[in-house]
Nanobody, 117 residues
Framework: QVQLVESGGGLVQPGGSLRLSCAAS????????MGWYRQAPGKERDFVAD???????NYANSVKGRFTISEDSATNTVYLQMDSLKPEDTAVYYC???????????WGQGTQVTVSS
């Protein structure tokens, strides 16, 4: 059973920063992709950023230059550093882990990020 546990969400003013963490119950290198998605009220879940193991990182255009995804293999944790936050970044942020073979998709429970003055 794979568990992904997010933390680090909260209320922040526009222009502020937050760092989200995702702790995995097993080695993050056992997954092909580790990533972050977000879902705003009344909207679909959208891609934010990911790390494709052995390849590199990808970002949604809306967060490029402001968000940074990273990983720590010693603690099996994936981070999302969010800087220059905007009100439109308000959403529930979900950690995701993907396997290609066999195909599998795992999700955390989500953490709320609210950007408001």
């Amino acid at each position: 059973q794979v568990q992904l546990v997010e933390s680090g969400g909260g209320l922040v003013q526009p222009g502020g920063s937050l760092r989200l963490s995702c702790a995995a119950s097993r080695s993050i290198f056992s997954f092909n992709v580790m990533g972050w998605y977000r879902q705003a009220p009344g909207k679909e879940r959208d891609f934010v950023a990911d790390i494709i193991q052995g390849t590199g990182t990808n970002y949604a255009n809306s967060v490029k230059g402001r968000f940074t995804i990273s990983e720590d293999s010693a603690t099996n944790t994936v981070y999302l550093q969010m800087d220059s936050l905007k009100p439109e970044d308000t959403a529930v942020y979900y950690c995701n882990a993907k396997l290609f073979k066999p195909q599998a998709d795992y999700w955390g429970q989500g953490t709320q990020v609210t950007v408001s003055s």
